[in-house]
């Protein structure tokens, strides 16, 4: 799995949100266009377990990009 290969990715209450939202103001919205169409609107937010696993893989590719040197005009598109 991802965790044992990454510990460090890893969070404390990681697995008791596997499947959820995790908490605070995080939904799921259905909303229906004007066209009659259906759309889903998700905001799982960027703290707790969704933070630390894509801060901790942001940084390996930033990394990757200074080894191989690749300029980007903004680190954080990595």
Not at 7 to 26: C, I, S, V, Y
Not at 47 to 62: D, H, T
């Amino acid at each position: 799995a991802v965790i044992a290969k990454h510990p460090k990715a890893a969070h404390q209450r990681g697995f008791g949100h596997l499947g959820t939202l995790g908490t605070g103001n995080h939904f799921i919205e259905l909303c229906l266009d004007e066209e009659g169409r259906l759309w889903v609107m998700l905001h799982s937010g960027s703290r707790g377990v969704g933070n630390r696993f894509g801060s901790y893989f942001v940084e390996l590719a930033k990394r990757d990009m200074r080894r191989w040197f690749i300029n980007l005009p903004d680190q954080d598109l990595a």
